[in-house]
């Protein structure tokens, strides 16, 4: 017999009487007792890396759904990998609470821009936002690059514009915005190396 | 990390100096434990705090913010003194014997050369003596006075247990059988390894304190073996990635340099940067530095980068100062920066001095964050009270805050600090109209890139000729990149040894960096990720845990930077000979015909034994640099005290601060002196929280919700504060109200014949996420950085305490 | 999913006399806390949390790293935090509390609604929350004072050693978790062994009365642990010598059938009682966790 809260709830709102005379004799034909249903019988598991510190944790997220067409994977829970070498299934309590930093009630969903002077956040769409701060990044380069210093040498830098890149994002995000900066001819740029 | 997470259970005695591993890197921190359980081994711990990791040490001794180097440098005197060195491994495999110039010298705080008004040293006298064929000279007798080895003996003489004790406020007891401990590992057969991070990093001396392990460890004969090392630990999850891939003003993949003003061309540039061996015989691993640069032009520029334009070399910026977030915030200061493009990172509060970092904040035209959360940067102009008091009618900058996926999301590789590159799945969709950082980065650039080509602009080329080779021109895909940096022959590659055979085909991955060229056959984006991914496909995502040696090498585990090495100069666990100092941690050897291991072998595969080259690669030397002639601020570290500090006098010396450490005129009136701030503190993270992340999620909000500073029972005596009071803790930048927490795992140290109240500030909060609202810590911290590199001063500076 | 008597030992306010016991064979479970090896991380709390779908309140600063400082029905398991002197060397004792498990558990055994209180086979002791008229006798009869009284529905809650991931052969969230090995989980006779293992090891480097708490005035427990400083259990907050009070006593006298009827109506009444209070017993959210009401600090 199984008999979810939900439904001994329901059970009760109709028969308590029954359930406490059925105990009154003491019997232990009713002697079942439930454990919670394991909740990731049916999840997907997707293998990932600890986003915080860098000993690199392996972590498996734990995903709603079979990844059927029609679902949207939901992450539902984060376990270690106990396959990792490092830290063998193990995680510390940031780690051990990722599923609330991937849900957290904070994370951004939208463009938002703040206009010079303005008190509040506008949403604003990704259309305007990207083309507004190229054109504010070409406006500054194209008057503050310097191609030649004082003494006539060839450096094309271009400092008016500071860049800082993620030490956070992946390998691939890093490459790809490395090499852009110094397109541009950025060398304002820094990581979180040092701090 | 020159070794591994895992390796450190191979160490017999563990060292943890500047750092705080069991509750910044828990997970790291279980090969401590394992260690202990299965090998006895011993851990060590000295910081200032009594820690979560001295919570679990055999041995524990403060000591006061700032003043590792003398412990450190007593440490050296001790070894020599006691002759508890490596003889071997010092004779063969450091740069004991070398002679320096008779010239150079050192007196009373300050090497040869300083000139005062610059601040600055001229290095030259500092350099080694040369013979004519431009040879080191050396004596192994180490008898020479102008050796490396004696000069090191004469300079740490300085560094008696009194002297330390007097600097340090370690109980000299407490420094002696420390001193003791880490002696035993001097044995041929006994390992030190040593974890730090930016506890040792965060100072105006932080590239001097590393310099000091590395000598320690050298003249323990402690590098390349397993279970020793120098281990950085490292914070962010790729930090290790993005210093790997070069974005610091200086620098390019693979620790390649940005040019300066003076490369005028390519071979100026490449000339200054492929040294020539130092020593008869030697590998000299960057002499192949041209083949790594060429094949990155190749990468970045595609077909636009040719031999008859020196690879598209003038395209690159040149570069005539470090732009380092220090000089950064000066200049913004100054009104010389008008855009900031934060791809993460939270400046506001993660920068010292907040009220400098706030002043030039307001004075962009633009600012934009790309981030999941809402940083406390990107509400700089926003009033948030007391913890943010500004008007925002008063600010003119326009602010894009742009939403990004996180780790769950994408498909990716990090690298940890174990030089691990592991690729991760992405697992859901990111939540509304967020964007992978990628695809961000994409259209920004392809917005650039289209205003160039109708409008023309500065310098258009490189912008325009950009290699862009992705199938989605807006949105790179992970998998693309990531073979991109690892690179593909242009051409055949003929393999020089085996006339008629090819190294690599035209179109093939690159198997590693062995095969570069520097006629423009080869790209690679990031030498040293050569190798990541294969024509064998994603070497990241390798996923098997075996461990045929025992030693935690696992070697089929992901892919480690360089050549899947997972101990960084392990010839040096062989003797001259190419025996295994320790038989049983056998981590590569000379097998008759060439090197072999369980490891691979950090050294030319065909390189016998009686050949005479030296396990040191990447050194012009061969050897491990005891003395060490490119610092800024000396060949051997010295003591001085921090720029806030509460002596008046360095016990060392009539030098105070580093003399080479760069100060911005108006930041000199930043320092606190004593008499207004007598309490010498120092900022760190807490287990619960990751910097300013996890205060927007629920869990750790509700294991540390809200912020606190901790007190010594001393000064809460002082001061008449209790447990749980409300405290104002001030600085020469400002000041932030939070609780006190009264503990006896602060201390009060006597130094210099007074009494030292050391002041602890976890510097989680702020004005964003779920904790309580909280001051930024950073409000606090002074504005000046690391001689060499400029890693600001957060870990030792003055504050004052009163209750609120 | 449920579990048959088979699996059951013991049961609340229920005689079993004479229960199926066929399956002999099954190894009594214990988690070893061995707190030589913890740093107080807090990634047991963290990982009880989350496997659990639970979220306390966010805080305040209470003058301890400890966060919630004692236990509560969101937070099953606490670190606890001390600074002390032990043979005159300061001692920063960190302690991991929560559900023993015990043997002979005092909660079971005071607890007067039948089947709130189980005992399964592999040695758990898990609350059945549908069963529980929320009196408090367990948290009374814990001699660890472990049960927390949950306000918002009236039942009383606490670790259940995962009985949800053991019963398909996982290890516990907390156990999975901890990144230092102060945690692990296996059978009891292994358990022993390996603090017996630990305790030569904590000898050797000085710790010579190191010791196992594994109280035998409750039967022993399932969860026990190492204590460096294991002739003063006291220092970390653990009784010296626990005990199921007389109240167990009590039920098992003679005169259990005569309070057993005057409890069922106790049961009936307190039923009857929730049934007005908590009006139709159509569940609103079960989900709980960030976003419900209870959610809110």
Redesign the interface.
């Known amino acids: 017999m199984q008999v979810s809260r939900r439904g001994f709830l329901k059970l009760t709102a109709s028969g308590i009487g029954a359930t406490t005379i059925g105990a009154l004799g003491f019997s232990a034909a009713r002697a079942v007792a439930d454990v919670r249903l394991f909740k990731l019988a049916h999840a997907s598991e997707t293998r990932n890396t600890c986003p915080y510190c860098s000993v690199g944790c392996g972590v498996i997220l734990y995903g709603l759904g079979d990844r059927s067409k029609n679902a949207r994977t939901e992450i539902m829970h984060v376990e270690g990998d106990p396959d990792h070498p490092v830290n063998r299934g193990t995680l510390c309590p940031k780690g051990a609470s990722l599923l609330d930093f991937i849900h957290s009630p904070s994370r951004l969903r939208f463009p938002e821009y703040r206009a010079p002077g303005a008190k509040e956040w506008k949403r604003v769409s990704w259309e305007w936002t990207i083309d507004r701060v190229a054109r504010l990044m070409k406006e500054d380069r194209d008057k503050n690059f310097l191609a030649q210093n004082g003494k006539g040498q060839v450096v094309n830098r271009w400092t008016s514009t500071a860049f800082l890149a993620a030490s956070a994002s992946s390998n691939e995000t890093g490459f790809v915005f490395h090499k852009v900066i110094r397109a541009l001819g950025g060398v304002a740029v820094d990581n979180q190396a040092r701090v | 990390m020159t070794n591994s ?2 390796d450190i259970k191979n160490a017999d005695l563990i060292l943890v100096m500047g750092g705080n591993p ?10 401590v ?2 260690a ?2 299965k090998k ?1 081994a011993r851990l060590v711990v000295v910081d200032p705090r ?1 820690t ?5 040490a ?1 041995l524990y001794a403060p000591i006061r913010p700032g003043s590792d180097i003398a412990f450190l440098g007593g440490v050296i005197r001790y070894l020599i003194a006691n002759d508890k060195l490596q003889h071997d491994y010092v004779r063969n495999y450091t740069s004991a014997a070398m002679l320096v110039r008779e010239d150079t010298g050192f007196d009373d705080g300050l090497f040869t050369g300083y000139d005062e008004a610059k601040r600055k040293y001229d290095k030259s006298t500092w350099n080694y003596q040369v013979d004519r064929d431009g040879m080191l000279r050396v004596d192994p007798t180490l008898q020479d006075p102008n050796c490396v080895f004696q000069r090191m003996k004469k300079h740490y003489d300085r560094y008696t247990p009194e002297l330390v004790e007097r600097t340090t406020g370690t109980p000299k007891a407490k420094f002696l059988q420390i001193c003791e401990a880490i002696a035993t590992t001097s044995a041929p057969d006994r390992t030190m390894t040593s974890l730090y991070a930016l506890g040792w ?2 100072h105006s001396v932080g590239s001097q304190n590393i310099r000091s392990i590395a000598i320690l460890q050298l003249l323990l004969g402690n590098m390349g073996m397993a279970g020793g090392g120098v281990n950085a ?17 200086h620098s ?2 693979g620790y390649l340099t ?1 040019p300066t ?2 490369d ?1 061309d390519l071979k100026t540039y490449l000339d200054k940067r492929t040294p020539k061996p130092l020593r008869p015989g030697q590998f000299n691993y960057w002499s192949n530095y041209p083949k790594f640069f060429v094949s990155m032009m190749k990468s ?1 520029f595609g077909a636009a980068a040719t031999k008859d334009n020196d690879f598209a070399f ?7 100062a470090p ?3 220090l000089r ?1 915030m000066q ?2 200061n100054e009104g ?10 939270n ?1 506001l509060s ?2 010292p001095d907040k009220p400098k970092v706030l002043a030039g904040l307001r004075k962009l ?2 600012l ?1 964050t ?5 940083t406390e940067t990107s509400e700089f ?2 009033n948030h009270g007391e913890f943010n008091d500004v008007d ?13 996926s ?3 999301e ?1 498909d ?7 030089r ?3 690729w ?6 990111p ?8 695809e961000i ?5 392809l ?2 890139k ?3 080509a109708k ?1 023309g ?3 258009p080329d ?2 325009l000729q ?2 862009w080779p992705y199938r989605i021109a807006r949105a ?1 895909a ?1 998998d693309e ?2 073979r ?2 690892n690179g593909q022959a242009l051409a055949d590659v003929p393999d020089p040894k085996n006339p008629g055979s090819l190294l690599v085909k035209q179109g093939e991955q690159l198997p590693g960096f062995a095969v570069l060229q520097a006629d423009g056959s080869t790209a690679c ?2 030498w040293i ?1 050569a190798g990541s991914w294969t024509q064998a496909g994603n070497q990241m995502a390798r ?1 098997d ?1 075996s ?1 045929p040696s025992g030693l ?1 090498i ?1 070697p089929a ?1 992901a892919w480690s930077w360089p050549a899947n090495r997972r101990i960084l100069y392990n010839r040096a666990s062989c003797n001259a000979d190419g025996a295994p100092y320790i038989p049983t941690r056998k981590l590569v050897w000379w097998n008759g015909a060439k090197w072999v291991g369980n490891d691979v072998p950090d050294f030319k595969a065909d390189s016998a034994p009686a050949d005479g080259m030296q396990p040191f690669i990447m050194n012009a030397e061969g050897v491990g640099r005891l003395w060490a002639p490119a610092m800024a601020d000396g060949p051997f570290p010295e003591h001085y005290e921090p720029f806030d500090t509460p002596l008046a006098k360095n016990p060392f010396g009539k030098i105070l601060n580093d003399p080479a450490a760069r100060v911005y005129a108006d930041d000199w009136k930043a320092f606190g002196k004593p008499d207004e701030f007598p309490f010498v503190a120092t900022t760190y993270r ?5 910097h300013f ?2 205060k ?13 500073v901790e007190v010594s029972e001393g000064l809460a005596r002082k001061k008449g504060i209790r ?2 009071d409300w405290v104002v803790v001030k600085s020469k930048r400002g000041q932030v109200k939070l ?7 602060l201390p009060t140290l006597q130094v210099d014949g007074k009494e030292i109240e050391v002041v602890g500030l976890p510097i989680h909060w702020g004005f ?5 609202k909280g001051f930024i810590t950073n409000t606090l911290t002074p504005p000046v ?2 001689a060499n ?4 001063e ?1 870990k030792a500076f003055l504050v004052n305490v009163e209750k609120a | 999913m449920a579990l048959e008597t088979q699996d059951i030992l013991r049961r609340s306010a229920t005689t079993m006399e004479s229960a199926p016991s066929a399956r002999s064979f099954r190894p009594e479970v214990a988690k070893l806390i061995d707190l030589s090896r913890c740093i107080g991380c807090k990634a047991c709390q963290a990982a009880c949390m989350e496997w659990n779908d639970l979220r306390d309140v966010i805080g305040t600063f209470q003058g301890t790293y400890a966060n919630p400082i004692d236990l509560t029905d969101q937070s099953w398991t606490v670190m606890r935090f001390q600074e002390t002197e032990v043979d005159g060397n300061f001692a920063w004792l960190i302690f991991k509390d929560g559900c023993m498990h015990c043997a002979e558990p005092g909660c079971l055994k005071a607890c007067p609604a039948p089947g709130a209180v189980v005992q399964y086979a592999n040695g758990i002791v898990d609350f059945q929350q549908d069963h529980c008229i929320g009196c408090g006798y367990c948290i009374t009869g814990c001699p660890f004072d472990v049960p927390r009284l949950r306000k918002e529905d009236s039942r009383v809650y606490k670790c259940t050693l995962c009985s949800d991931r053991v019963s398909v052969g996982l290890e516990p969230a907390c156990i999975k978790a901890c990144p230092t090995q102060a945690l692990t989980f296996g059978s009891k006779a292994e358990m022993r062994e390996l603090a017996a293992h630990r305790l030569v090891d904590l000898n050797a480097r000085g710790l010579a009365k190191a010791a196992v708490y594994d109280p035998s005035g409750v039967g022993g427990t399932h969860v026990f642990y190492v204590l460096p400083h294991g002739e003063r259990p006291e220092v970390y907050g653990l009784p010296r010598d626990p005990s199921v009070g007389a109240l167990v006593g009590f039920w098992r006298s003679g005169v259990a059938r005569a309070l057993g009827v005057a409890t069922m109506f106790g049961v009936l009444v307190a039923g009857i009682l929730h049934y007005m209070r908590y009006g139709p017993l159509e569940v609103p959210d079960e989900s709980g966790g960030a976003g419900g009401k209870e959610a809110q600090p």
């Open positions: 997470w895992v069991a509750e910044a890197h828990p997970c790291g921190f279980k090969w434990l394992e202990k359980a006895k009594f979560r990791t001295a919570a679990v055999d990093t965060q630990l490292r914070g962010h999850s790729n930090i290790q990635g993005l210093t790997d891939l070069g974005l610091l003003s390019l993949p940005l003003d003076d005028a970045w003038s395209w690159l910026p040149k570069i005539d732009y380092d977030v950064v200049l913004m010389k920066v008008n855009g900031y493009v934060c791809q993460g990172f400046p993660s920068f035209k633009f934009v790309i981030d999941p959360l809402p102009w926003q925002p009618s008063q600010i003119q900058t326009e602010v894009f805050r742009l939403p990004s996180l780790f769950a994408e990716g590789s990090l690298v940890s600090s174990a691990w590159l592991q991760h799945w992405k697992a859901a969709e939540p509304g109209e967020a964007k992978g950082d990628l980065v994409g259209e920004l650039f917005a650039l289209g205003l160039y409008e602009g500065a310098f490189p912008v950009l290699a790179p992970p990149v990531a991109e940096f984006g990031c990720f996923r845990p461990d935690g696992t585990w807490l287990t619960e929280h990751f992340w996890t927007h999620a629920r869990i750790p909000a509700v294991l540390q919700p809200e912020a606190f447990n749980a609780k006190a927490l009264v503990t006896k795992r964003m996420g779920q904790t309580r950085g690391d590199i400029q890693t600001p957060y």
